[in-house]
């Protein structure tokens, strides 16, 4: 079974410049999350889709984040424009969707705002 | 609300050494817990869970204890092998919700 597939593996930006990362999640997991985890720290949730909709996005800088999944299978997460604070590594996990179910993992997309 | 703490790193251990890496909980409701790892270069995977009080979760030879008393789940290994080099987070997920809330890590090396 292929895992999550993230893509870029890695990104180097200038600030203000636009940046995107793709996730496919598992087939027939329903849903997706948006992780960012900085240097040294846990992951943190930026966003929750249940099939193609946001359920939870709280957690989401709405000013210069958006993030979509149509047709509720891949998912793009865009940042416009980038700071350097957005110097992460962004990960994107799926699962069935079901209380206590295992979040499988993408290998990350890792993040350079020069 | 819900939040994780563990141990702060980085761990340093001889090869065959005993592992423990601290981790404790604060939840709102009654969550499940997990260890995940992640490998250089890597996603994170999840090495273990326990859903209820006292449950014991174990893999590759770690265990932890779900102890609610103590609102801890505290990962140990008897003998460490220099392959778990990695970091390992500690997480929780409430019954009733989706969103995992993860510890900062913990950096284990194993040396020869």
């Known amino acids: 079974e292929a895992g999550v597939v993230q893509s870029p593996r890695y990104k180097i930006i200038e600030k203000k410049q636009p940046v995107a990362f793709w996730c496919n999640p598992i087939?027939?997991?329903?849903?997706l999350y948006w992780y960012r985890q900085n240097l040294g720290q846990g992951p943190e949730l930026l966003i929750r889709?249940?099939?193609?909709?946001?359920?939870?996005d709280s957690q989401l800088p709405k000013d210069r984040f958006s993030a979509e999944r149509l047709k509720g299978v891949d998912s793009t997460l865009k940042i416009q424009p980038a700071e350097l604070g957005d110097s992460a590594v962004y990960l994107c996990?799926?699962?069935?969707?079901?209380?206590?179910?295992?979040?499988?993992f993408g290998p990350g997309t890792r993040l350079t705002v020069l | 609300g819900n939040s994780v703490t563990q141990m702060e790193g980085p761990v340093t251990l001889s090869e065959e050494a005993f592992l423990t890496i601290n981790c404790t909980y604060t939840?709102?409701?009654?969550?499940?817990l997990f260890w995940y790892v992640q490998y250089p270069g890597e996603g994170l995977q999840l090495l273990l869970k326990?859903?209820?009080?006292?449950d014991k979760g174990s893999n590759k030879g770690f265990e932890a204890t779900y102890r609610k008393e103590t609102t801890s789940f505290h990962l140990e290994k008897g003998s460490v092998q220099v392959s778990d080099s990695a970091v390992y987070f500690c997480?929780?997920?409430?019954?009733?919700?989706?969103?995992?809330?993860f510890g900062t890590g913990t950096s284990l090396t194993v040396i020869p």
């Open positions: 996990a799926s699962s069935t969707g079901q209380s206590y179910n295992e979040q499988f």
């Open positions: 087939s027939g997991h329903n849903t």
């Open positions: 889709y249940e099939n193609e909709e946001a359920v939870d």
């Open positions: 939840a709102t409701g009654y969550p499940s």
């Open positions: 326990a859903t209820k009080a006292d």
């Open positions: 997480a929780l997920i409430e019954r009733s919700g989706n969103q995992f809330y």
